[in-house]
């Protein structure tokens, strides 16, 4: 095996962190021969529930899982990391304005990138699922002026399963013959999942799909509104989904 890949995840103890830990620990991140050293943070509260995860870790018995530590302070949990996933951040709670949200998160993403900039390892890479995504990102980004801007991402790649997935089923081809799919925007409402310069199996898409009032009406808003339709259906936000996503980002961006 390779030398041990140190991987923080934030919010940890989270949905989306409890859909994420363990293909991590699988090797579907990094590979079967890479062993990872899993940094987990979380806030106080949620420690202990974060021990729960860690003993399931455990039971698991993964071969590619070399290490485990957790902790809410972060500079200790970003020690020498080579690969930082920020996926907790502050969720909108009801009565919360969009500014009170910005403002929690802002302090959350200031505070680790003032600390992935003073002590992740010199190769660090930071992929950034928590929303407003591009924008703490960007926050993160600004207090980490060591780490060049083009190590930073905000997470996109739901948005762009949801498109394949769509675009997909409408056509009755496979994910893996749409290529050069693009989401324009943010991880919002007014994202514009780009058809027209997609390909199916080599065409055009907009020309397999030959329907322009699905595109409008029926694909650009299912998956700009995908995320509030999983909501109202579960009852809660996406988790395993925005997990799969974030290992699919990180993992094309570390290995092409």
Not at 139 to 149: K, Q, T, V
Not at 161 to 181: F, H, Y
Request: aromatic share 4%.
């Amino acid at each position: 095996m390779t030398t041990p890949v140190k991987v923080a995840v934030t919010g940890a103890a989270g949905q989306i962190g409890y859909s994420l830990l363990f293909r991590i620990a699988s090797g579907a991140l990094l590979g079967p021969d890479t062993p990872v050293q899993l940094r987990l943070l979380e806030i106080t509260p949620a420690l202990k529930a974060l021990e729960g995860v860690v003993m399931e870790l455990d039971d698991c018995a993964f071969t590619t899982l070399d290490s485990v530590e957790i902790g809410d302070d972060a500079e200790h949990i970003f020690d020498g990391v080579n690969l930082a996933l920020l996926v907790g951040a502050r969720p909108r709670t009801k009565g919360m304005e969009r500014g009170d949200l910005l403002e929690a998160n802002g302090a959350i993403f200031t505070a680790q990138g003032k600390a992935l900039n003073a002590v992740a390892a010199d190769d660090v890479r930071i992929g950034v699922t928590g929303n407003p995504a591009n924008t703490n990102a960007l926050i993160a980004m600004s207090n980490a002026p060591d780490i060049p801007g083009e190590r930073f991402s905000a997470l996109t790649r739901l948005d762009h399963n949801r498109a394949l997935s769509q675009l997909a089923a409408k056509t009755g081809s496979k994910v893996g013959d749409i290529t050069k799919l693009t989401i324009w925007g943010n991880h919002s409402a007014t994202q514009y999942p780009d058809v027209f310069h997609a390909e199916i199996g080599g065409r055009p898409a907009a020309e397999v799909v030959d329907d322009q009032p699905w595109i409008e009406n029926d694909f650009i808003p299912t998956v700009a509104k995908r995320g509030a339709a999983i909501i109202e259906a579960r009852g809660a936000s996406s988790a395993a989904s925005a997990a799969s996503a974030t290992i699919d980002a990180a993992r094309d961006w570390l290995h092409g």
